[in-house]
Structure formats: C-alpha cells, structure tokens
C-alpha cells in the first residue's frame, strides 16, 4: 500500500509540472519532487493520508499550481492539446 500511495502521489504531482513546464524546467523540478517524495514517504501516515492532500502539498512546495484533482498520466499524456 506504500509503495501504491508513493506511486499515485508521484504521478499525479509529475503530470502537474509536465503540464506547467518545458523540458528544461521540469526535469529538474521531476528530480526536486522525487526528493521530496522520498522525504514523506517515511512518516507513519503516508500511506493512510490522501493522496489527493500529498499532491497538493508537493504542488505548493514545488511552486505549481495547485490542482489536486490532478490524476496520474495516462498513456495519451503527451497528446494533450495546448490550448
């Protein structure tokens, strides 16, 4: 159930900063949230905390906008439309 919530969390908050970011910024960003990820991941509550709470969390901390009605990518990810 860790590992599925840590999972879910990085997805959704990695889709959050593809959305709002180039290559060049959001790799570096993709890294910061792994770190971050790592972090959180070791309290007791992780697993039983939202996920939806976790994202919007990381989403602040990492600068995005906040959307934690953000849901992991899925496989048409990058046929998105721009506008």
Do not use: C, M
């Amino acid at each position: 159930r860790h590992a599925a919530t840590k999972a879910r969390v990085y997805a959704a908050v990695k889709t959050l900063i593809w959305n709002e970011h180039e290559a060049a910024e959001a790799e570096p960003l993709e890294d910061q949230l792994a770190e971050l990820l790592d972090d959180d991941a070791l309290a007791e509550d992780f697993a039983t905390t939202p996920v939806e709470r976790h994202v919007a969390r990381l989403a602040a901390d990492l600068k995005l906008s906040a959307n934690a009605e953000a849901e992991p990518p899925t496989q048409d990810t990058d046929r998105r439309s721009s506008g």
